[in-house]
């Protein structure tokens, strides 16, 4: 194996130096500027290929470990690596930047030059959270996330509700994350370190790891999100701009997926498993429950971001059920949910950005003004309600299996929950594409043209790979998704 | 005492403190004669002699930084100087330079012609020498004095408005009040252990426990209790703390600028002398006096603050939860959380005196008025974007967020509160700084998303204003990349006070 240099370290101080790039452009070079980022995004994206191809499958240890910086006078060493369950959170965010970028082209008619640097800002630090080492900084890195989106969804966003989005997305983030912070500090008050290697060898005493795993999820299940607190995510997604939603659905939900997976289950597994039925609960409702209210949005953004809520469900459950299928499935459906609601709300904003309205009464049949348009949006609406041979079959499909060992009954619920899916799904593609148009709303036509297009298509294939040879991503995963459950029991 | 002894050592260490009184009073004769001059028409010498305030502080921050001696108790054991007395007084100084560069546009503008301004803000800057380097009941309660009389003056300075003066008033009475509380508190402490010296006291009282349920332990709990809820009066902490929003909203705005920063410094480093060393074994007295106190101030404070339509008033309320914070940080009595308290108020004087020069530097064009209210902020991120990216950094970093610079002095904080196993209040605390979270967004909403069709026309901000935000815009991102220098000073100005 060729021995490259500090990958990790150049993913993320590529997208800075973009940044730097792009604050010297002139203003009115606007098409330069755009060039610029998207170049940066892709080489980042091909630079995190190599990641994968030079992964070492059969060991559960962290890979490409570096130092990356350390806060003197404490014993805070910031190391970053990967393993098995974020290699793919790496890519997928490398392979999402430059979707984003790509899709807010010609949508963003203001202040452009600062809406790429804060996207490549946000993909610099959302690489450092899934990749850093060390607990302080996973929350450091966490909630630093929040500063662009919060400017991204209250500047760019679409006009009416966007401030009340804005402060709900963040004073919900917020509050639980304050409490993550009091129990690292409690954590590193106790042991004496920071280190998630270090930290995955200790085990806390009972009620210690109560406090934690429940601050933990203060914050962790806001971010998910899960059902109490849910409620930001409509909101943020539809007033949020096209790309901020794709960054939202895509990258920012699987941020609280991930911190359960590295922090909440292989540090407190004895709380873990004795909160397994509050998780197994409140999953359970959310997915039934938001997949109910699914059905009766007006908006077309809100409907895919509560169908969002109801994938994370499954995420949720999956996740807790603390046998290989069941995790596998939760990182594999973080993935495809990844990809595909994305997709989703890429194929929203393209009638949005034509029409300026996403109320689905305005729209019927698209099949007949935008013929390979509705094709790609059936492809992804199939993919959202879990057909075979698309991504979220196979993800849910062994969710389902690793919660039937676990619990039969929320199987029985959450299966239920996937039927309303279909549901929810078909109905959307029902009202807007088949049917006659309605002349009265909308009368100017125009297919999707090259650019869009190929926002779509990687999108696609990635999808129907995954859907159809799954093991080339689940290989990867298995030894470090197994290390996982020895760590539990 | 003999009396070549005082010019032996206690001059050179009081040294600073000595050039500012003799400074005060040269500055004053020279006021006196030349502005009453025919021969130079009566001049206006306000902003002339600010400068040579300012010098003179300049002069006095280093030689307060060049002290010869390490920790020395002079003036027949009523004062003490060591390197954490050192530390807080650099600080001080440094500080009040930044506020009076702050005021000189403002004393032109508001056509503020009589000189004692500056006068006044070296006697109190004085007072709080003295108070920090007291090492006895009187001396605390005459520094006290001298920084509290010319506080009080100062809230009224501007004498066309009767807002000032009823700010002055309130301030006058409430610390009156508060001073008559701290003598009562000293003088049941004299009477019941005959000494007013803390060294005296803390040896008095090493393992007074054992006499729990006598009458002198009784009587020395009540004078700390009157002691601490008359110096809690003096810092704004809640329940005590209604004199504060008023007074900060009537007072002139470089006035509100020095009563948020400087006299908390004082009263904080007071607070560690009297309670860590003098008082340290009447700790479950004032460590629950002081939690109460702090998590009342954090949420009431964060609370009242939602409602506030004005600047000044949110910063009043503002500084009332950072006090909370402070306290907090005190009452876990220990030597970290001294080195967490000192973290955190520097990043909190950086952040106030910030926020207060870009208060004080965006003039109206036409009406040279300053903005009161915060709606007037609006749309500043739009037409100044320098500006709006400046005061972006210094909100969020009142929030608490992560990478900014206050997250890491409230992170140093809380470490060490849960270190002392303070669960409840460090739950509450990081609570209302969500709560307070609310109105800084607030604030950043007007600044850059408000919808508003007019755009207000600022005049450029003057060279002192702006040289004390950039300072302060440098200090908060040097902090966020690497704060491990003023650690070390903060780590090493908390391990004299174990000497």
Known sequence: MIEYPSILLSLITLPLLGILVIMVLPQNQINLVKTVSLTTSLIIFIISILLWLNFDLSTPKYQFVEHFFSV??????????????????????????????????????????????????????????????????????????????????????????????????????????????????????????????????????????????????????????????????????????????????????????????????????????????LIYTLSALAVMYTSLTTLRQVDMKRLIAYSSVAHMGFVTIGMFTMNLQGIEGSLFLMLSHGIVSSALFLCVGVIYDRHKTRIINYYSGLTVSMPIYSIIFLFFILANMGLPGTSSFVSEFMVLTGAFKSNVFITILIATGGVFGAAYSLWLYNRTAFGNIRLTYINNFQDIDRREFFVFLPCIIIVLIMGIYPEIFLSIMHVSVQHLIEQIY | MNFFNLFENDFLVILPEFFICIAIIFLLSYGVVYSTSTFYNYPILSVNISWLGFFVLLISFFLCLNNCLSSMIIFNNLLIVDSFIIFIKSTILLSSIFCILISLNYLEYNKINSFEYTLLILLSILGMLLLVSSYDLLSLYLAIELMSLSFYILATYKRKSEFSGEAGLKYFILGAFSSGLLLFGSSILYGFTGMTNFEDIAKLLLGIGVIYDTLSYIGIFIGILFISIALLFKVAAAPFHMWSPDVYEGSPTPITAFFSVVPKIALLALYVRLFFYAFYEFIPLWQELFLICAIISMIWGSIAALSQKRIKRLMAYSGIVNVGYMLVGIASGTITSIVGLLMYLIVYITMTIGFFSFILGTQHYKTNYLNVFLIDLKNIGKTQTILGISIFIILFSMVGLPPLAGFFGKMYLFFSVMNSNLYLAAILGVLSSVVSAFYYIRMIKIIYFENSKSFTLYKQMDKNNSYVLTISILLLIIFMISSDALLLNCHRCAMTLTI
């Not at chain 1, 304050?178 to 009620?207: H, K, P, R």
């Not at chain 1, 109560?210 to 203060?218: C, S, T």
């Open chain 1, 72 to 277: 003197p006078y404490s014993n805070i060493n910031v190391f970053i690596g990967i393993d098995g369950i974020s290699l793919f959170f790496v890519l997928l965010t490398t392979f999402l930047i430059p979707i984003c970028l790509l899709a807010s082209w010609d949508s963003i008619k203001f202040s452009i030059k600062e809406y790429n640097i804060a996207f490549l800002f946000m993909g610099s630090l959302l690489i450092c959270v899934f990749t850093v080492l060390d607990v302080l900084f996973f929350y450091i890195f966490f909630e630093a996330i929040l500063i662009p989106m919060f400017l991204v969804i209250g500047i760019w966003g679409s006009r009416e509700r966007k401030i009340r989005a804005s402060y709900q997305f963040f004073l919900y983030t917020l509050i639980g994350s304050v409490l993550m912070l009091l129990a690292i500090l409690t954590m590193y008050a106790q042991t004496g370190t920071t280190d998630v290697q270090v930290l995955t060898t200790i085990t806390f005493s009972q009620d210690l790891q109560f406090f934690f795993w429940l601050a933990f999820f203060a914050s962790l299940a806001v971010k998910v999100p899960m059902l109490p607190v849910h409620l930001w995510l409509p909101e943020a997604h539809s007033e949020a701009p096209t790309a901020g939603s794709v960054i939202l659905a895509g990258i920012l939900l699987k941020m609280g997926g991930y911190g359960f997976l590295r922090f909440s289950i292989p540090m407190f597994s004895h709380a873990s498993i004795y909160f397994t039925p």
